[in-house]
Every structure is written in C-alpha cells, then in structure tokens.
C-alpha cells in the first residue's frame, strides 16, 4: 500500500478543518436565526460579524473535545455544531450545570 503524500496530507487536513468550520458556522446560524425570529437583532445587522469569532473558537474547543472523547467523524461534526450553537456562555453554562451535578452527588 503506498504511503499518503504531500498533497493527500494536505487534502485529508483542509478537508476535515473546512468540514469543522461549516458546522460550526451551522450551529451559529441556528442561534442567531432564533434571535432574529424573536427580533432581538436583524438578520444583516453588526451583530452578525461578532458570530465569526464564536464560530471558530467553538470550532477550535469541539475538534478539542472530539479528538479526547475519540468519536468519528459524524459525531465529532455534531458536537462540534452543538457548541457552536450553545456559544461560549451556552457552553460554560452546560459544563457548570455538569460539574455541579458530579460535585453533589
């Protein structure tokens, strides 16, 4: 079997890295679809370009956790699309709620 290449190593990172992000800009799209339907904020407005940051930072923090709970591709794509929707409030939200739970019982 030959070995992978230059560009097959190239393809393989830019493939799962560009994958990463249109989930991640998915989840976001959900979250600031919902605060335009409850006319929060409009749909082309400023606050649209401050999704862009959340978008990559929760893309960067869900291939993290992907990568250390070892789940596939698909589910890796949806955890990934899941924080990214929660945003980094929804998220250290979740993961407080988790730790007092542990915590108490």
Not at 10 to 20: D, N, P
Not at 86 to 98: D, F, H, K, S, V
Request: cysteine-free.
């Amino acid at each position: 079997m030959p070995e992978k290449g230059l560009i097959d190593t190239i393809t393989a990172l830019w493939g799962g890295a560009i994958a990463t992000l249109i989930a991640a800009a998915m989840g976001r799209l959900m979250y600031h679809t919902g605060e335009v339907r409850a006319r929060r904020r409009a749909f082309f407005g400023r606050e649209l370009l401050w999704e862009i940051p959340a978008l990559v930072a929760m893309a960067f923090v869900g291939e993290a956790l992907s990568s250390y709970l070892n789940l596939d591709g698909r589910a890796a794509m949806g955890l990934v699309a899941m924080l990214a929707y929660l945003g980094p409030r929804g998220t250290t939200a979740m993961l407080e709620r988790l730790w007092r739970g542990r915590s108490a019982g």
